[in-house]
């Protein structure tokens, strides 16, 4: 078993930032890939980001690209999301997700352990 944590979500401007912060217990934390997805009202849960095991390879969908930016410590066992360049658009609830498979990693079936999620909202 595997308990995720996130923090770090709130109100902001667009334009603005907001890091994530995603602690794990329960599992060896550096044997784990690590997602974030988000879902915003109405719509189906997307993915975000994604990084391996060892942190070297990092997946994003291409509307925040260039804006954000997924990290991890394996010491501390927390993956980050960095947001910047903050859009209204980016309004959702982001979830942290971690998964001991490396097949169909942007896919949300591919994660086994999830967060409760943190609310980010944007405003225009």
């Known amino acids: 078993q595997v308990q995720l944590v996130e923090s770090g979500g709130g109100l902001v401007q667009a334009g603005g930032s907001l890091r994530l912060s995603c602690v794990a217990s329960?599992?060896?934390?550096?044997?784990?890939?690590m997602g974030w997805f988000r879902q915003a009202p109405g719509k189906e849960r997307e993915f975000v980001a994604t990084?391996?095991?060892?942190?070297?390879?990092?997946i994003y969908v291409e509307s925040v690209k260039g804006r954000f930016a997924i990290s991890r410590d394996n010491a501390k066992n927390t993956v980050y999301l960095q947001m910047n360049s903050l859009k209204h658009e980016d309004t959702a609830v982001y979830y942290c997700a971690a998964s001991p498979s490396s097949y169909d990693v942007t896919q949300a079936k591919t994660y086994t352990y999830w967060g409760q999620g943190t609310q980010v909202t944007v405003s225009s």
């Open positions: 990084i391996s095991s060892s942190g070297r390879s990092t």
């Open positions: 329960g599992r060896t934390f550096s044997n784990l890939r």
